[in-house]
Nanobody
């Protein structure tokens, strides 16, 4: 069974930094892309950043220049370095593994989600 476990959330003052980690475990053959989403109270879940297996990255406009996503394919782990944090970054951050294959012949790869980690930025 595949599990995504996040860590690194917490409370930080505006202007501070946090680093989130997410490790995928279980029987995994490949993961197409890994990313981070966030959901603030009363709002829809939104993409923060995503990285493909080849290292191509994409960021939401609201975090460009402040957040950096990286990935260790050997460990099936994705990281999110968050700098210059703002109160509006406060949300639950969810890790996502996109089109994960358990076996090479799996015809319908699935997406998996972590349980979420709270990030709170105080002003």
């Amino acid at each position: 069974q595949v599990q995504l476990v996040e860590s690194g959330g917490g409370l930080v003052q505006a202007g501070g930094s946090l680093r989130l980690s997410c490790a995928a475990s279980g029987r995994i053959f490949s993961i197409n892309a890994m990313g981070w989403y966030r959901q603030a109270p009363g709002k829809q879940r939104e993409l923060v950043a995503v990285v493909t297996g080849g290292g191509t990255t994409n960021y939401s406009d609201s975090v460009k220049g402040r957040f950096t996503i990286s990935r260790d394919n050997t460990k099936n782990t994705v990281y999110l370095q968050m700098n210059s944090l703002k109160p509006e970054d406060t949300a639950v951050y969810y890790c996502n593994a996109q089109r994960l294959r358990i076996t090479p012949w799996e015809s319908t790869p699935k997406d998996y989600w972590g349980q979420g980690t709270q990030v709170t930025v105080s002003s």
